[in-house]
């Protein structure tokens, strides 16, 4: 479960992008935030994995407050959350194995995550998640050579390799045309509800959110001004 408690996020420079977020996530829902541009989508996400510090209030993750962790502790945290980005920031130059590989490295002890070793039950958890997206047979292509649904579909195998307990996802379909965002997004919902991975995904487009998300956050200058099913955002909008 994640509860935010009254949490508010000031950036160094001044700018507060979340004010008083008071939310409970429970294990397994399927979130879609929404908001114009700036209104805090980003932010919310990415104080869940402790990426962007909550500068008031209080965030717990399964109960533990992020902000007290450790480095330890938020490496173990980090390690549960799988993040999806927009511009899907796979190494090009490599192959989708190795790319998905990449999520095992929080697993793996120090030695093993200095020297990209992986063992054969890493690389079975690497496959298992290709094929979970449907693009094994892409395993030993290099990254730069595929579609931009499928490189999304890598990053997502990337997040799965880690074994999260939450998947969080910025904009993953942003740079997508329509009918990829759609598959992309039917991706992650068939995750979700196959492996019970609680799913955070922002979104800019409220047709998508309606589609997928169990439950629609609506956020406006670091608020949540809205927090209900697609149904009840038809009534709203
Ligand atoms: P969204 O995802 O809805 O576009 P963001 O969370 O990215 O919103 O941004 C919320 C506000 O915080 C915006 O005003 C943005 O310019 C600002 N912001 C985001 N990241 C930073 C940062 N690293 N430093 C300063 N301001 C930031
Ligand atoms: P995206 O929409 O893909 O999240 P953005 O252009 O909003 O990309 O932000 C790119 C990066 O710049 C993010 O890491 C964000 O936190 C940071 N950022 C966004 N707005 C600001 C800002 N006003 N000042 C400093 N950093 C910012």
């Known amino acids: 479960m994640i509860e935010f408690r009254d949490v508010s996020v000031t950036y160094p420079n001044g700018t ?5 977020v008071d939310l409970t996530i429970p ?3 399927f979130v879609v935030v929404v908001g114009l541009s700036g209104a805090g989508k980003s932010t919310l996400v990415r104080t869940i994995n402790g990426i962007v510090p909550a500068t008031g209030g209080e965030l717990l993750v399964d109960g533990a407050p992020v902000a007290a962790a450790n480095r330890r502790q938020l490496r173990r945290l980090r390690s549960q959350v799988g993040m999806i980005f927009q511009s899907f920031n796979l190494v090009n130059r490599t192959t989708v194995m190795n790319n998905v590989l990449t999520g095992r490295l929080h697993s793996a002890g ?4 200095v020297f990209g070793w992986f063992s054969a039950a890493d690389k079975e958890i690497a496959f298992d998640a290709l094929e979970r997206v449907g693009i094994l047979e892409k395993a030993y292509v290099r990254a730069s050579q ?7 579909r890598v990053a997502i195998a990337r997040g799965l390799a880690q074994q999260p307990r939450v998947m969080l996802a910025d904009e993953p379909v942003a740079s997508l045309d329509p009918p990829t ?3 992309v997004m039917r991706d992650l919902q068939r995750i979700n509800r196959e492996l019970g991975i609680t799913t955070v995904v922002n979104l800019h487009f409220l047709d998508l959110a309606r589609r997928y998300g169990d439950r629609i956050i609506g956020m406006r ?3 949540v001004v809205f927090d209900g099913t697609g149904a009840e955002a038809d009534d709203a909008v």
């Open 16 to 20: 507060k992008a979340l004010d008083g």
């Open 27 to 29: 294990d397994g829902q």
């Open 110 to 113: 120090f030695l093993r995550s």
């Open 146 to 152: 595929l579609s931009g649904g499928q490189q999304q």
């Open 181 to 183: 965002a759609d598959a």
């Open 221 to 223: 200058a670091g608020k």
